[in-house]
T-cell receptor
Framework: DAMVIQNPRYQVTQFGKPVTLSCSQT?????MYWYQQKSSQAPKLLFH???????NEADTPDNFQSRRPNTSFCFLDIRSPGLGDAAMYLC???????????FGPGTRLTVL | AQKITQTQPGMFVQEKEAVTLDCTYD???????LFWYKQPSSGEMIFLIY??????QNATEGRYSLNFQKARKSANLVISASQLGDSAMYFC??????????????FGKGTHLIIQP
C-alpha cells in the first residue's frame, strides 16, 4: 500500500550527538513536511519541502536541518540535540500545497 | 494569539452516544481549510475530515461530520454512535499559507476523548 514511512520508530541519542531521522513516501507527493510534537502538546511545523524548495518556519531552531535528495525521501538532521528536543517527530506529505496531508507513524526521539 | 482553540482538554462519553468536539479558529485569510485528525496512543495522525472555507455544505465522512459555522468561526467535529476504538486524542487544524507556496497546518491543543463501555 502507498504510505508514508518513518524510520526508526524509536530513536535514542545522547546529548549533543547528531542524529538523523528518515521519512520516505510511496505516494509521489510533491510536498513533504516535518512536525515536532512534544509530550502532551500539539504538533508544530518545523519546515517543509515543496519539490526541491526548502522552507523553514521562522521559529525553527538552527539546530534543525533537513535534506530531500529525491521525491521519495526526506531527512531531519538534529546537529546537537538537547534535552528539550525530545519529542515525537512526524513526517507528512501532500500532493499539492493545499491538499490533505498524510502523516507517517512518527519517530519518538529520546535524548539522554 | 492562538489561532485554533479546542476548549475541551478531555471528554468522557458513553459508547454508542454521539459526541461533539469543539473547535474555533481565527484567520483573516478568506481561503483556508480546516482538518480534524485522530491520534491514538501509537502516535500516528489519522486524517478524519476536511472543510474548505468556500464549501457550501458541511463535510461528512461516514460517522464523522463537521459542523461548520463560518460566521462564528467554528468547526466542530461530530462523531455519531461512538465506539470504544474512538478513544484517542483529536486535533483540529487549520491550513495556512506559508512561505514557499505550500500550506502548513496549525494545530489546536487537542481533546482527549475516552469512550466508556
Amino acid at each position: 500500500d502507498a504510505m508514508v514511512i518513518q524510520n526508526p520508530r524509536y530513536q535514542v541519542t545522547q546529548f549533543g550527538k547528531p542524529v538523523t531521522l528518515s521519512c520516505s513516501q510511496t505516494l509521489n507527493h510533491n510536498v513533504m513536511y516535518w512536525y515536532q510534537q512534544k509530550s502532551s502538546q500539539a504538533p508544530k511545523l518545523l519546515f517543509h519541502y515543496y519539490d526541491k524548495d526548502f522552507n523553514n518556519e521562522a521559529d525553527t531552531p538552527d539546530n534543525f536541518q533537513s535534506r530531500r535528495p529525491n521525491t521519495s525521501f526526506c531527512f531531519l538532521d538534529i546537529r546537537s540535540p538537547g534535552l528539550g528536543d525530545a519529542a515525537m517527530y512526524l513526517c507528512a506529505t501532500s500532493s499539492r500545497p493545499r491538499d490533505e496531508q498524510f502523516f507517517g507513524p512518527g519517530t519518538r526521539l529520546t535524548v539522554l | 494569539a492562538q489561532k485554533i482553540t479546542q476548549t475541551q482538554p478531555g471528554m468522557f462519553v458513553q459508547e454508542k452516544e454521539a459526541v461533539t468536539l469543539d473547535c474555533t479558529y481565527d484567520t483573516s485569510d478568506p481561503s483556508y481549510g480546516l482538518f480534524w485528525y485522530k491520534q491514538p496512543s501509537s502516535g500516528e495522525m489519522i486524517f478524519l475530515i476536511y472543510q474548505g472555507s468556500y464549501d457550501q455544505q458541511n463535510a461528512t465522512e461516514g460517522r464523522y461530520s463537521l459542523n461548520f459555522q463560518k460566521a462564528r468561526k467554528s468547526a466542530n467535529l461530530v462523531i455519531s454512535a461512538s465506539q470504544l476504538g474512538d478513544s484517542a486524542m483529536y486535533f483540529c487544524a487549520m491550513r495556512e499559507p506559508r512561505g514557499g507556496g505550500a500550506d502548513g497546518l496549525t494545530f489546536g491543543k487537542g481533546t482527549h476523548l475516552i469512550i466508556q463501555p
